[in-house]
Nanobody, 127 residues
Framework: QVQLVESGGGLVQAGGSLRLSCAASGRTLSRYAMGWFRQAPGKEREFVAA????????HYGDSVKGRFTISRDNAKSTLHLQMNSLKPEDTAVYYC????????????????????WGQGTTVTVSS
C-alpha cells in the first residue's frame, strides 16, 4: 500500500512559477516509477513527467519540456514538480502517481495503468 499526498497548487499569472510536492509513504517505494499527470476540465488525463527513485531517470511530456522539472528527495520520500513559464493551458488538476509499470512503459504509454494516485492539487494559470 502506498499513500500519496500532493500540495503546492494555487493561482498564478501566466509566466509565473509554482512548485508542487508529493509526500509518499508505504513499503518498497523504490519499486515504483513515480509520475505527475494532469487533467483539465473536459479533457483526458495527460502525462506530465516521470522519474525513478533509484537513479533519478526523468522523462517529460512534450507540452512541458523545457519548462517543468521533476525531482525527488529520497531521504524524505517526496516528489517535486517545479513549473516555470506557466501558461493558461497548464491549468488542471495535477496528480501524483506511483506506477507499477517500469518508467519505460509509463513514458511509452503516457499512462499509469496500475498503481496508486494522490487526491490531486489544482493549478490555475490566469492570462
Amino acid at each position: 500500500q502506498v499513500q500519496l499526498v500532493e500540495s503546492g497548487g494555487g493561482l498564478v499569472q501566466a509566466g509565473g512559477s509554482l512548485r508542487l510536492s508529493c509526500a509518499a509513504s508505504g513499503r518498497t517505494l523504490s519499486r515504483y516509477a513515480m509520475g505527475w499527470f494532469r487533467q483539465a476540465p473536459g479533457k483526458e488525463r495527460e502525462f506530465v513527467a516521470a522519474i525513478t527513485w533509484i537513479g533519478g531517470s526523468t522523462h517529460y511530456g512534450d507540452s512541458v519540456k523545457g519548462r517543468f522539472t521533476i525531482s525527488r528527495d529520497n531521504a524524505k520520500s517526496t516528489l517535486h514538480l517545479q513549473m516555470n513559464s506557466l501558461k493558461p493551458e497548464d491549468t488542471a488538476v495535477y496528480y501524483c502517481a506511483a506506477c507499477v509499470d517500469t518508467i519505460v512503459v509509463v513514458t511509452t504509454t503516457r499512462s499509469c495503468r496500475s498503481g496508486y494516485w494522490g487526491q490531486g492539487t489544482t493549478v490555475t494559470v490566469s492570462s
